[in-house]
């Protein structure tokens, strides 16, 4: 417990310098649950010397799930940049900072403000000759103090957010219409979870829901557009295996039907 294994070499976690921070980020829109974290090694032999690394994030959405709802749960956050919103996710520091991939990240037990965390990934690119320069991996297992923590019941992301509007709707054209265009505005810029995508198709699926569009079909046709979507590269918010999932079910609806005949 409490040590950073870089390969063949070991380090001692300071859990006086190391911690986890969640917190609701209110300038976020919509607001959304972020992590602060900081794991500091201590100085120990490595390579040619005696180095000391930290593994950090900083205000990183909290997309899985908050801690409390994560205890006893694995992580897995494959890229270390988000290229939907341009944002950096874990780094490691040592000479420089260096984006880590294919993490694991296992929570354990809470108690006392503390976290049990073992978490394991790839550096890619530490900059140390022959193994130690590229995709090296690392391991961890130690206790992170929480200087904060988002309850259960206030824990929200994009995807909760999504699934908070969709419970908005009615048989009011205005409502279905401004829902509509809101959760556009998150699927534009956030990637969601499978729950939040599969309510959009079901919402999109529901007759009752539908017939508030008879008459004014635009806001239909501007979604469907924008949900559909897919330029082929990383970037793309909605990734195209739901994309098409979508199509599949709506193509059997026969207003959806003309709409998407309409904007293929």
């Given at each position: 417990?409490?040590?950073?294994k870089i390969?063949?070499?070991?380090?001692?976690?300071?859990?006086?310098?190391?911690?986890?921070?969640?917190?609701?980020?209110?300038?976020?829109?919509?607001?959304?649950?972020?992590?602060?974290?900081?794991?500091?090694?201590?100085?120990?032999?490595?390579?040619?010397?005696?180095?000391?690394?930290?593994?950090?994030?900083?205000?990183?959405?909290?997309?899985?799930?908050?801690?409390?709802?994560?205890?006893?749960?694995?992580?897995?956050?494959?890229?270390?940049?988000?290229?939907?919103?341009?944002?950096?996710?874990?780094?490691?520091?040592?000479?420089?900072?260096?984006?880590?991939?294919?993490?694991?990240?296992?929570?354990?037990?809470?108690?006392?403000?503390?976290?049990?965390?073992?978490?394991?990934?790839?550096?890619?690119?530490?900059?140390?000759?022959?193994?130690?320069?590229?995709?090296v991996?690392?391991?961890?297992?130690?206790?992170?103090?929480?200087?904060?923590?988002?309850?259960?019941?206030?824990?929200?992301?994009?995807?909760?957010?999504?699934?908070?509007?969709?419970a908005?709707?009615?048989?009011?054209?205005?409502?279905?219409?401004?829902?509509?265009?809101?959760?556009?505005?998150?699927?534009?810029?956030?990637?969601?979870?499978?729950a939040?995508y599969?309510?959009?198709?079901?919402?999109?699926?529901?007759?009752?829901?539908?017939?508030?569009?008879?008459?004014?079909?635009?806001?239909l046709?501007?979604?469907?557009?924008?949900?559909?979507?897919?330029?082929?590269?990383?970037?793309?918010?909605?990734?195209?295996?739901?994309?098409?999932?979508?199509?599949?079910?709506?193509?059997?609806?026969?207003?959806?039907?003309e709409?998407?005949?309409?904007?293929?």
């Amino acid at each position: 417990m409490n040590i950073l294994k870089i390969k063949d070499y070991k380090f001692p976690i300071n859990i006086g310098k190391s911690f986890i921070k969640e917190y609701n980020q209110e300038d976020l829109e919509p607001v959304c649950t972020v992590w602060d974290i900081w794991v500091q090694s201590d100085e120990a032999p490595f390579i040619e010397g005696n180095h000391s690394g930290n593994i950090r994030c900083e205000q990183m959405m909290a997309t899985q799930g908050n801690l409390q709802s994560l205890v006893g749960k694995t992580i897995s956050v494959k890229d270390s940049y988000d290229y939907v919103t341009d944002e950096h996710l874990f780094t490691f520091y040592m000479f420089r900072h260096n984006g880590i991939k294919d993490n694991e990240i296992t929570f354990g037990k809470i108690e006392n403000n503390k976290v049990d965390v073992h978490w394991k990934g790839i550096i890619e690119e530490l900059g140390f000759e022959g193994e130690y320069n590229t995709n090296v991996p690392f391991e961890l297992s130690c206790v992170l103090e929480i200087k904060q923590m988002v309850d259960n019941k206030d824990y929200k992301s994009p995807s909760t957010e999504v699934l908070r509007l969709i419970a908005t709707a009615d048989n009011d054209f205005d409502n279905n219409q401004e829902l509509l265009e809101a959760i556009i505005d998150i699927t534009d810029e956030y990637r969601l979870d499978d729950a939040a995508y599969t309510a959009i198709i079901n919402l999109l699926s529901s007759e009752s829901f539908l017939e508030t569009f008879e008459e004014e079909t635009d806001s239909l046709e501007d979604f469907i557009s924008n949900f559909t979507h897919f330029s082929n590269d990383r970037t793309t918010p909605v990734p195209q295996n739901i994309s098409r999932k979508a199509l599949k079910k709506w193509r059997k609806i026969d207003l959806l039907a003309e709409i998407i005949g309409d904007v293929e």
